[in-house]
């Protein structure tokens, strides 16, 4: 309860302000307007330019690449990095740079997929408990209370067992558990702008429900959840690497950067090669999803700005 | 060091204070001097805006460190420079010497400490008081300002505007200022509640000769509390004199614009009338008169000079170009 | 105060009954049947047949589920299909251990992290607080399980200093704590910086500025106790999730702690296990929320006087009234 008030009153200040920045520029929600920040800030820039080169990599990689992803050959056989695999190869002689590039597009569109999904479902649960109240609220939280009684990655380990392992069920998994955080921050936006005067203006000239929440409700409450969807991908994505790491995600042979290290790290003593790269891969990609995410937040979130 | 000018008590000389806002520079204070004698009130009138809590905050040093651009000018009190000394000598100034009640009594307290606490601090720290004796100072001056001492450690969400805002004047006031700078201290209280502040601060004024600075939008309120009066227009004072020289015989066109054309002191002006026009974006100001474009009385020389603030008589003081040809 | 408690603990009682049925609902749709895992390829129908009897999973699903929540009630968690060992013995066993990684673990990221979001605050956009703030940044980006593996790999195998599996003296504890807590620490050292950022930039520390306080005592009166309201939740959250064992420093370490029974208990589909550490986890999480809340309620008097009860607060009211 404590912790609901006070997000309520953080999301109260923050749609306030964004009232007085769109009387000095147009829309600043609005993607043109994130689009010229993140073009600002060099840093974000890069990360996408590197997000989206190994996206193109990643689909590319079984034509430029000199080794096949899934050829084995035992001459190479924990082959360190050389000139000839750059980044050595695995306990089956497969060249890990065509790996990690292939399976680059796995890794990173897990935490695309997944953050879509807790959205879409965060969102449609929090926007109807937030705008009907009552009972139908009342039922919606206790389900989320119960969901939240547990940690995400748990959560997201439990559904997996059910779903069984796989790149499209990990994608499942991390998007159930991940919805609950949705539902609350959009509920809260709700509420908060359910209660102003220019929803009961739009209801006393008789606009439908549907209308309220689409034309009204949601671009108000957007802010904020933009912020979370854009910082969430991050999130998703490390949770997706952990969860095949756990072996419970996508599983070999499919060269998702998790899976790799979670055979690679029996070989850590020997050959920590193997384990070295997917994992700076990871890092980076994460960095990269974080910096892009922190800037759409400073963009959007003017109580960060100087 | 205890020699100076009365007249002098508090003298700011050339005060300007940008800030930055995005790639915008705000030019918030522009060149604003003047005086204050010691026991004497000033009040700053004008828009929302205009610059005249910046003012404050940069007599006290305590503008925002991240927004604030540049502050230069001097500001000297009982003789000595107090812009230029060491923060750690500012800090036995401020709120012992100088101290300031500020506008919004809402954010102004901190919702973590208690009523008397936060009141007793400044005593603890610049009269060298132990807990105990700042705590029962802290009750008495409480009491001062109206408020029972059975409620001093309730914390500040459960009092209510008014009160609240007698909590902030009870710590200004606690530790006996010489100067009291009190920024639009009645505008976010109701009408009834509004006048017993006022009365109370006026009170403490007397019994304790404090000067003080009084910002505000009520000219009834400055003329009830006021010697001297500046009008702050977009960062510069465009009239400053006497109470008489101000409502009796107003010379600038705002000045004008604000009194409704109404310059008799006898009868109630109660808030400043609106002037046609938006006030100037401070990060692009005007090239003449700051003010030409919303003056009724502008000519060609008005809107490409921008005018000195030139003496009248007396404590007279305008800056207006049409002002200067008339005097000629 | 007190009612407050109480009435959270009783709202706790159904919450945690619906996650035991749920749980169990859940188990009874994991593909792999737990019999043929604990026997084997070879065994006959016969073997299977009575190894189902023995476990009582002959017997009709609405029945066990009776007999599991009957069970809960007396704190009897059922056994280990694997071990014949009764789970709630094993989770006491097992507690201990994972209580201590929690704590070691959460002592660091305090110690650490609110000290550098507090220093980059105050040093803001300068060069220290744009190192930190890459660095932490760095780290928050790194997988918990790969830097537990670089961790091994740099002082276990390379330099041979601590070890990199099991339990016994503290030297068994330094790395997993660090591996489990540079993460944490670093998104603790952000959000103190941002909270403190914002606090700094208040009304009321200007007020405490006009008073002539120091910027010290600004810093640690004023400050710090508003911007730390919104840390204690995400600590609070954290610790929650620590208590519920911390699956992957433990898979990694092979700590036999909680995290990793359950994952052991997931992968031999010992059901009873992996329901026992569910509610286990559901209700350490719970408890850890409500402690957060009272801690909250302790800094925060705005939401210590929600707490009063009603009749408390009315009387307040009309008192000011």
Redesign the interface.
Known sequence: ???D??KNEAVTESTEIDYAAKAKRNKPGSLPYIWRHIRQNPLAMGSLVIIIALFILSFLSPYIMKYSFSKISMRDQYALPNSEHLLGCDEVGRDILSRILYGAKYTMSIGFASTAISAAIGIVLGAVAGYFGGWVDGLIM?FL??FQ???G??LA??IS??L?PGFEKVILALGVSGAPGYARMMRASILTVRGSEYIEAAQSINCSTARIIRKHIIPNAISPLIIQIAQGI?AAG?MA??LS????GVQAPTPEW?SM?SSA?NF??DY?HM??F??IF??IT??A???VGDAIRDALDP??R? | MTTYDESKFLSVKDLNVTYKSGEDIVYAVNGVSFDLAKGSTLGLVGETGAGKTTIA?AI?R?L?D?STRSCTGSVIFKGQEISSIK??EM??????EI??V?Q?PM???????TVVDQIA??LI??QGMTKEQGREAAIKMLETVGISGDRADE?P??F?GGMKQRV?IA??LACNPELLIADEPTTALDVTIQAQVLELINELKVKQNTAMILITHDLGIVAETCDNVAVVYAGEVVEMGNLEEIYDNPKHPYTHGLFGAIPDISKDVERLSPVDGLPPDPSALPKGCYFSPRCPRATEECHSRHPELIHLEGSHFVRCIEVEKEGK | MGRYILKRLIQMIP??L??AI??FL?MS???GDPVQIILGDQATEMQIEEARHNLGLDKPFVQRLVDYLVGILHLDFGKSYLLGTPVSQELLTRFPRTLLIALLCIVFTVIFGIPIGIRCALR??KLEDRVWMFVT??L???????LA??L??LFS?RLGWLPSNGIGGWKYFVLPVFANSLGSLAGIARQTR?SML?VI????V??????????R?ITW??AL??AM??II?ILGARF??LL?GT??TE??FSIPGIGLY??NG??NRDYPI?QGC?IY??FT??IM?LIT?LI??F?????K??YAGPAKAKK?AEA?A
Not at chain 2, 91 to 96: E, S
Request: net charge positive.
């Open positions: 309860m404590a912790k008030k006070v206790r209370d119960i009684s547990f940690p990655i748990l380990i439990l067992t059910v069984g991050a490390l690497s952990a790491f756990l072996g419970f998790g290290l790290r850590i003593r920590p384990c070295i997917p994992g990871i890092m994460v960095l999803y974080n910096l109580r960060l100087d | 905050k006290l305590i925002p991240h923060n750690e800090q036995k100034i401020r709120g012992a101290s300031m500020f919004d954010t102004a307290l901190n919702p973590t400490m601090e400044g720290i610049h914390y969400h459960q209510s902030v710590m200004a | 919450i945690l619906i996650v749920l749980i859940l749709f994991v593909p803001a956009d940044l760095l928050s980006s790194m997988p918990g399980f790969w593996l670089m091994v790999l195998v941002a914002e930039r208040s009304d009321f200007t007020t405490a500025r006009s008073k002539g306080l120091s910027e005592d009166k004023h106790p508003n309201i919104p939740t929650g999730m519920g699956t992957i898979s990694v359950m994952i997931i992968n992996v569910v986890i559901a999480f719970s929320m809340d909250y309620a800094v925060d008097p705005r939401i006087a929600q307040k000011t």
